[in-house]
């Protein structure tokens, strides 16, 4: 007989195994997103094919983010757009933490190529009292 305070010991093996589960399913959803997003290897059994043209959307979806949120950038890009953001999305080595660290990464990456002009400075606070 178990003490009514102790667990019982198929339960804490039940819920270690599917903790253990709940891992191995979080590092399988990583590495498809990394296969996505990332350019990483394919996780084995998922269609190549298919994850190409998947990754290819999810790109295409960003650019267009990326274009609304940095018209300029866009603007810079010109006629390139979709070649040079799908080159700076291959070049990251992890997706960005949100659209506009994406835009603004983006605009640095052609600014970086010479496609786009440095912003310009900022004016000081005290330069409203100048003449």
């Known amino acids: ?28 959803q990583e590495r498809v997103v990394a296969a996505l997003v990332a350019g990483a290897e394919l996780p084995q059994g998922f269609d ?34 979709p070649a040079e953001f799908a080159a700076y999305a291959r070049s990251r080595s992890e997706p960005p933490p949100n659209y506009r660290t994406d835009a603004d990464d983006f605009a640095a990456w052609l600014r970086e190529r010479g496609r786009m002009p440095d912003p310009p400075p900022k004016p000081r ?3 409203r009292f100048l003449p």
């Open 48 to 81: 190549p094919e298919r994850m190409r043209v998947q990754a290819s959307s999810l790109v295409a979806k960003r650019r267009g983010i990326v274009a609304r949120i940095r018209p300029d950038a866009a603007a810079a890009a010109g006629p390139d757009l």
């Open 1 to 28: 007989m178990t003490d009514r305070h102790s667990p019982d010991p198929a339960a804490v093996a039940d819920a270690e195994e599917l903790g253990a589960a709940r891992r191995r399913l979080a590092e399988a």
């Open 125 to 127: 606070w005290w330069s």
